[in-house]
T-cell receptor
Framework: DTGVSQNPRHKITKRGQNVTFRCDPI?????LYWYRQTLGQGPEFLTY????????KSRLLSDRFSAERPKGSFSTLEIQRTEQGDSAMYLC??????????FGPGTRLTVL | GESVGLHLPTLSVQEGDNSIINCAYS??????FIWYKQESGKGPQFIID?????DKRQGQRVTVLLNKTVKHLSLQIAATQPGDSAVYFC??????????FGKGTTLSVSS
């Protein structure tokens, strides 16, 4: 499969716990994006990498959120001290410099 | 076929009809636009894109129209099928920036 993959697909956690999600982009894509989507809404941008450099972060990305892309390939998104309001679908997308973004299947986070 | 003049959250059509989904974008500096299809529990699926130097682009059963004067984007689906039922989002961006998504339209196709 040459598409974007995300793991885990579902995560249930208790409030206050830390969670980490992984995204593997399309291999030839140098750009990687994280979005968050809540029910009935379109995806909202969180952060963006070009290769290993994190170039942009949304104001939605509180200091409890951190993302990395250490070798310019896969990326991780960590949420510390989760809150119920963090419950959402977390989507990863990748693109080349000139092409459209292709999304992964998402990680559904439920914070109890 | 059914059409939507302004954005409406839902669109219901009969199988075989043509569907038109509209989107108003916000940033006059945007130069790249994409339509996505999203089925329940899945990530958005790329359908078709268009750059600002074009006003029309056709794919398989889909056509995207861009009117930069009024900042309007539309997606036309020919001979709509039950498998087309999903939420459709338009998205815009400028080179090197993240996509900004519009409000989705839920397309329901009945046979």
């Amino acid at each position: 499969d040459t598409g974007v993959s995300q793991n885990p697909r579902h995560k249930i956690t208790k409030r206050g716990q830390n969670v980490t999600f992984r995204c593997d982009p399309i291999s030839e894509h140098n750009r990687l994006y994280w979005y968050r989507q809540t029910l009935g809404q379109g995806p909202e941008f969180l952060t963006y990498f070009q290769n290993e450099a994190q170039l942009e972060k949304s104001r939605l990305l509180s200091d409890r959120f951190s993302a990395e892309r250490p070798k310019g390939s896969f990326s991780t998104l960590e949420i510390q001290r989760t809150e119920q309001g963090d419950s959402a679908m977390y989507l990863c997308a990748s693109s080349s410099e000139t092409g459209g973004s292709f999304f992964g299947p998402g990680t559904r986070l439920t914070v109890l | 076929g059914e059409s939507v003049g302004l954005h409406l959250p839902t669109l219901s059509v009969q199988e075989g009809d043509n569907s038109i989904i509209n989107c108003a974008y916000s940033n006059s500096a945007s130069d790249y636009f994409i339509w996505y299809k999203q089925e329940s529990g899945k990530g958005p699926q790329f359908i078709i894109d268009i750059r600002s130097n074009m006003d029309k682009r056709q794919g398989q059963r889909v056509t995207v129209l861009l009117n930069k004067t009024v900042k309007h984007l539309s997606l036309q689906i020919a001979a709509t099928q039950p498998g087309d039922s999903a939420v459709y989002f338009c998205a815009e961006n400028q080179a090197g920036t993240a996509l900004i998504f519009g409000k989705g339209t839920t397309l329901s196709v009945s046979s």
